[in-house]
């Protein structure tokens, strides 16, 4: 079985301030985590992902995000805000090497004012 | 070029009718998925398809099915929509490489 726990439904940060969006997640298997983002009324884009290679992964638009399995995290962070950043983000954790079966996490609401 | 396109956008219907979803994907994926966003933005996987085996999500009502005319096509058909339904739709597809799914750009299915 397996799960993800976006801690923060929404996050509110100001234009140029560090961002973190935090996850946890639960896995019987060596997981594979993605986290995904949503704009308004857009389809879902693929940030990062971690597969069992390096622990901290960098995604585009500036995310990167750290894979702890110590404290089973995969949190999601960008050193400078965007207004265009604002948007819906998703945690995903599936079996590793599985597309199948995707777990999505509630989601974590990201407000950039200015 | 768009990898996984879904056509409609939106969509809004009279309880009781039957719509279909269509999606297609050029990205040489052999599986396909379809998942339903709920009002509150969780999503929830209806069912993944590949020309071997079809998975089907228990909780999803048999008024919901997927067809697959080819490999880079799977349609979503629903019969006798309830308000429920209402919802966005997203399809998607994933290959034999790493673990990840492309998704489309979502069609907005609203019955009233």
Same mark, same amino acid.
């Given at each position: 079985?397996?799960?993800?726990?976006? !801690?923060?439904?929404?996050? &509110?940060?100001? *234009?140029?301030?560090?961002?973190?969006?935090?996850?946890?997640?639960?896995?019987?298997?060596?997981?594979?985590?993605?986290?995904?983002?949503?704009h308004?009324? /857009?389809?879902?884009?693929?940030? !990062?992902?971690?597969?069992?290679?390096?622990?901290?992964?960098?995604?585009?638009?500036?995310? *990167?995000?750290e894979? /702890? /399995?110590?404290?089973? &995290?995969?949190?999601?962070? /960008?050193?400078?805000?965007?207004?265009s950043?604002?948007?819906?983000?998703?945690?995903?954790v599936?079996?590793?090497?599985?597309a199948?079966?995707?777990t999505?996490?509630?989601?974590?609401?990201?407000?950039? !004012?200015? | #070029?768009?990898?996984?396109?879904?056509?409609?956008?939106?969509?809004?219907?009279q309880?009781?009718?039957?719509?279909?979803?269509? +999606?297609?994907?050029?990205?040489?994926?052999?599986?396909?998925?379809?998942?339903?966003?709920?009002?509150?933005?969780?999503?929830?996987?209806m069912?993944?398809?590949?020309?071997?085996?079809?998975?089907?999500?228990?909780?999803?009502?048999?008024?919901?099915?997927?067809?697959?005319? #080819?490999?880079?096509?799977?349609?979503?058909h629903?019969?006798?929509?309830?308000?429920?339904?209402?919802?966005?739709?997203? +399809?998607?597809?994933?290959?034999?490489?790493?673990p990840?799914?492309?998704?489309?750009?979502? %069609?907005?299915? %609203?019955?009233?």
């Open positions: 079985a397996q799960s993800v726990t976006q !801690l923060d439904s929404h996050v &509110s940060v100001s *234009e140029g301030t560090p961002v973190l969006l935090r996850c946890n997640y639960s896995s019987s298997y060596s997981p594979s985590l993605f986290w995904y983002v949503q308004p009324n /857009k389809g879902l884009q693929l940030l !990062l992902k971690y597969t069992s290679a390096a622990t901290l992964v960098k995604g585009i638009n500036g995310f *990167e995000a894979f /702890k /399995k110590s404290e089973t &995290s995969f949190h999601l962070t /960008k050193p400078s805000a965007h207004m950043d604002a948007a819906e983000y998703f945690c995903v599936s079996p590793s090497g599985s199948r079966q995707l999505f996490g509630s989601g974590t609401q990201l407000t950039v !004012l200015p | #070029d768009t990898a996984v396109s879904q056509t409609p956008k939106y969509l809004v219907t309880m009781g009718n039957d719509k279909s979803i269509k +999606c297609e994907q050029n990205l040489g994926h052999d599986t396909m998925y379809w998942y339903k966003q709920d009002s509150k933005k969780f999503l929830k996987i069912f993944s398809y590949n020309n071997k085996e079809l998975i089907i999500n228990e909780t999803v009502p048999n008024r919901f099915s997927p067809k697959s005319p #080819d490999k880079a096509h799977l349609n979503l629903i019969n006798s929509l309830e308000l429920g339904d209402s919802a966005v739709y997203f +399809c998607a597809s994933s290959g034999d490489g790493p990840e799914a492309f998704f489309g750009q979502g %069609t907005r299915l %609203t019955v009233v």
